[in-house]
T-cell receptor
Framework: SQQGEEDPQALSIQEGENATMNCSYK?????LQWYRQNSGRGLVHLIL?????REKHSGRLRVTLDTSKKSSSLLITASRAADTASYFC????????????FGQGTELSVKP | DSGVTQTPKHLITATGQRVTLRCSPR?????VYWYQQSLDQGLQFLIQ???????AKGNILERFSAQQFPDLHSELNLSSLELGDSALYFC??????????FGPGTRLTVL
């Protein structure tokens, strides 16, 4: 079963705009990870945020984590056409050995 | 390039057949995970190995099995294949509770 619920399911924006994707989960976690997937290809790791962290940055990416609400958000600033992809959140649940439980993903389309 | 390799990239086979998918983890990573991605089920965890031993199992069918060898590469065996087994199969590796790095996947088509 899927741990994470992501919204929106699809997002269409213009180049230069910011894109925000949200992820909610149900149980206690060790960490939460965000991945990008281009059209049926491999999963690219974007960022990991641990349960004791609230915010993390990597380049144009900003991830927040609210463990009290069991939610996370991924913000991509100044988006580019090359950011067009599916974005997944995945949770590493406590006492589960490290396996990741994925959400259904957000399909982001950035129009030039 | 994640450092995780998977072979083959594509596999086309018939119902009832058996196939083996291979994964080599990143150098130094002891944990190997297998995931299946299909349109109807999304990305699902199948099984995890740590340093040669099975660590966790997900919704893996009895027709599927895996193992991790002393050199840490892993194989996923799928037998008595059905049309519904058509999917992308990913392998990932990690060190502890850290980033999991995914291979490029094997696209399995069962005809």
């Amino acid at each position: 079963s899927q741990q994470g619920e992501e919204d929106p399911q699809a997002l269409s924006i213009q180049e230069g705009e910011n894109a925000t994707m949200n992820c909610s989960y149900k149980t206690s976690i060790n960490n939460l990870q965000w991945y990008r997937q281009n059209s049926g290809r491999g999963l690219v790791h974007l960022i990991l945020i641990r349960s004791n962290e609230r915010e993390k940055h990597s380049g144009r990416l900003r991830v927040t984590l609210d463990t009290s609400k069991k939610s996370s958000s991924l913000l991509i600033t100044a988006s580019r056409a090359a950011d067009t992809a599916s974005y997944f959140c995945a949770t590493d649940r406590r006492n589960q050995g490290g396996k990741l439980i994925f959400g259904q993903g957000t399909e982001l389309s950035v129009k030039p | 390039d994640s450092g995780v390799t998977q072979t083959p990239k594509h596999l086309i086979t018939a119902t009832g057949q058996r196939v083996t998918l291979r994964c080599s983890p990143r150098s130094g990573d002891l944990s190997v995970y297998w995931y299946q991605q299909s349109l109807d089920q999304g990305l699902q965890f199948l099984i995890q190995y740590y340093n040669g031993e099975e660590r966790a199992k997900g919704n893996i069918l009895e027709r599927f099995s895996a193992q991790q060898f002393p050199d840490l590469h892993s194989e996923l065996n799928l037998s008595s294949l059905e049309l519904g087994d058509s999917a992308l199969y990913f392998c990932a590796s990690s060190v502890g509770h850290n980033e999991q790095f995914f291979g490029p996947g094997t696209r399995l088509t069962v005809l």
